[in-house]
T-cell receptor, first 115, second 110 residues
Framework: DTGVSQNPRHKITKRGQNVTFRCDPI?????LYWYRQTLGQGPEFLTY????????KSRLLSDRFSAERPKGSFSTLEIQRTEQGDSAMYLC?????????????FGPGTRLTVL | SQQGEEDPQALSIQEGENATMNCSYK?????LQWYRQNSGRGLVHLIL?????REKHSGRLRVTLDTSKKSSSLLITASRAADTASYFC??????????FGEGTQLTVNP
């Protein structure tokens, strides 16, 4: 257990529905990251926050995806109008920005299946 | 495009043997990290090596980094069945996002 928690752990939804995932980072970490991982591949970066500011978004993050970190603590990732191609493991990571250190600790992930 | 590329894609060894996995990357980095992932689970952070370091040890793990060749290796000594997992290297490309390769699937046979 890294101290990063994600809920739910599994989500099955029908195409076209909206889904929301939550990530609770390690409390003293000021950075929070979202990644997506499909079967047999490594994780791919989606977006990250430093405190409550969203500092970077990947072009993988289409208009149907939105992430928030309103109080600089937990974060939510929402996918609107889900598509079958959204089926993946969504991973959250947290870290503390210090110099050039970019150590990131991952949660257990939320596995999304879109039918 | 993928930054980190692990080699081999799959490795099968007997318990007690050493396992070596390699990673190559394309751009300059501040640091490189190795992670382990058991099937269907999240990633476990193993070790971070900074760009000005050449070697780092943690228990049965030994990581080397050659920035001139843009490559790193992860050595697991005296492997155990519990080491069976996928191993990923991740580079930061000088920024905040991590870029992962496709991983090496290690199987340690009892």
């Amino acid at each position: 257990d890294t101290g990063v928690s994600q809920n739910p752990r599994h989500k099955i939804t029908k195409r076209g529905q909206n889904v929301t995932f939550r990530c609770d980072p390690i409390s003293e970490h000021n950075r929070l990251y979202w990644y997506r991982q499909t079967l047999g591949q490594g994780p791919e970066f989606l977006t990250y926050f430093q405190n409550e500011a969203q500092l970077e978004k990947s072009r993988l993050l289409s208009d149907r995806f939105s992430a928030e970190r309103p109080k600089g603590s937990f974060s939510t990732l929402e996918i609107q109008r889900t598509e079958q191609g959204d089926s993946a493991m969504y991973l959250c990571a947290s870290g503390y920005a210090s110099g050039n250190s970019n150590e990131q600790f991952f949660g257990p992930g939320t596995r999304l299946t879109v039918l | 495009s993928q930054q980190g590329e692990e080699d081999p894609q799959a490795l099968s060894i007997q318990e007690g043997e050493n396992a070596t996995m390699n990673c190559s990357y394309k751009t300059s980095i501040n640091n490189l990290q190795w992670y382990r992932q058991n099937s269907g689970r999240g990633l476990v952070h193993l070790i971070l090596i900074r760009s000005n370091e050449r070697e780092k040890h943690s228990g049965r793990l030994r990581v080397t980094l050659d920035t001139s060749k843009k490559s790193s290796s992860l050595l697991i000594t005296a492997s155990r069945a519990a080491d069976t997992a996928s191993y990923f290297c991740a580079t930061d490309g000088g920024g905040s996002r991590l870029t992962f390769g496709e991983g090496t699937q290690l199987t340690v046979n009892p």
